[in-house]
DNA sequence: GACGCCTTGTGACAGTAGTCACACGAGAAT
DNA sequence: ATTCTCGTGTGACTACTGTCACAAGGCGTC
């Protein structure tokens, strides 16, 4: 793992020491993986605890027929494994690359012994853990409670929130959005219905878009807030 | 709080010594609420931490126009309000009896408190999180890839394992079954929709019903691991 | 430039699931 | 006993979603 990996700000460890990070970095084996790189299976045992150091991973469910749902998607400085690594259960979920990534693994029992060394599980595990349960809890009722169109709409708002750059010159936030077929798997739904779907929104709601870059106006995303 | 709700074997305080359950009761607020009557609202600002000692709550989204989701279900012995309690942020969801229940509450710090105290952390809260990851990523998949129908039988195999009593004399499980409007509100669905598709289950498929008591053949539950 | 692969747009269709309306039965309450 | 409420069963209808099929555009590789 090189020393870049130990970015100081990134969420899951922010506020943690450089020395504890150090010491980390020194227990980790960092690999590359391409796109579409499965790590592990749901269902696996709870081999490691793995950190994402450059490109992003999705942890997705499917069901027989290859239909897909995204729970999460970890980003530069989040973990994953963790729960699996923490309760000794097989892992939730399948874990898989959603573009070249360098990922640093370690083992479950390293990475709670660290843990624990720095006093480190209630700030990095139950922050990480509450925000997991969070997340999934809205997920839950998007599905339940709205359609294709409100689901498609927060998950654009959300992508907004995570990865938008503030557009010179104007109070809004860009981005270029994921592909269809992406965005279906998401929130569950399909690369037609999508299509479909997000032309509505395009032209009547509050987000544009030119080509595959979408502005959101700052106003629209605060007002989100739950 | 009375001696008898620090019963040893419950599960979410299971391996806790008696002299810190003394402790937790100590700093209790025990009262009784009538069925229906609401704990706390999603959003509000993390005030306490609860026990269940008798009865049940759901944890539930609702939206505008009072259609609800319940996320899980909270039987004696099981604690809420710990995410809110723990992180700080309003809390992900309402609370609500689903019976008569009798319910401790203790103030978030002095419970965060009593934890470290007691260096619980891990086995309560970590404990406790990871199963509520786990149990909503389940539920997202359900939503996403799965029927009404399949829904509805992973519910009702659900509630055979938690309450399910062994049927004297047969390999079957039988538990007495919620009533429509309830399954609906747990597979966010609605009353006459179950309604039909759960005749369709017990007459084509493995369970059997007699007035409201369903027979579940364990060869049924164990199956069903994921 | 030609080929292939990925992504997209769209019409037509099918099926699932939700809603509305209404009736019936069992129990609780008065 | 009468009345009310709650849970239930069912038919009819609607609408939202997903699927299939097919065409076309973009972009990189050889």
């Known amino acids: 793992m090189t020393r ?10 922010s506020g943690v020491s450089d020395d504890a990070l150090d010491e980390l970095a020194s227990i980790a084996r960092c690999h590359d993986y391409p796109k579409n790189n499965i790590l592990f299976y749901q269902g696996d045992p709870p081999g490691s605890a793995y950190l994402v150091v450059e490109g992003s991973v999705k942890i997705a469910l499917m069901n027989e027929e290859g239909k897909e749902v995204v ?3 970890v980003r530069p400085g989040g973990v994953f494994g963790l729960i699996a690594g923490v309760d000794g259960e097989p892992q939730p979920a399948n874990a898989i690359t959603v573009e070249r990534s360098r990922i640093a693994a370690f083992s479950a029992d390293a ?13 990095v595990v139950l922050r990480e853990l509450g925000h997991r349960v969070r997340e999934a809890y ?3 009722g998007e599905h339940a409670l709205m359609g294709v169109k409100d689901r498609l709409l927060y998950a654009l708002l959300e992508i907004a929130e995570r990865e938008g750059q503030r557009e010179p010159g104007s109070e809004a936030v860009v981005f270029t959005r994921p592909t269809h077929q992406e965005l279906a798997n ?4 399909s690369r037609e219905v ?5 032309k509505e929104i395009l032209t009547s709601e509050l987000l544009q878009a030119e080509g595959k870059v979408i502005r959101v106006p700052i106003s629209a995303l605060v007002v989100r807030e739950d």
């Open 71 to 73: 729970l999460t998607l």
């Open 138 to 140: 809205h997920k839950i």
């Open 186 to 189: 998401r929130i569950g739904s």
């Open 111 to 123: 990475f709670v012994g660290w843990l624990e060394r720095h006093d480190l599980l209630q700030q």
């Open 4 to 13: 870049s990996m130990s970015a100081r700000d990134l969420s899951t460890f």
């Open 194 to 198: 999508v299509s479909r779907v997000l």
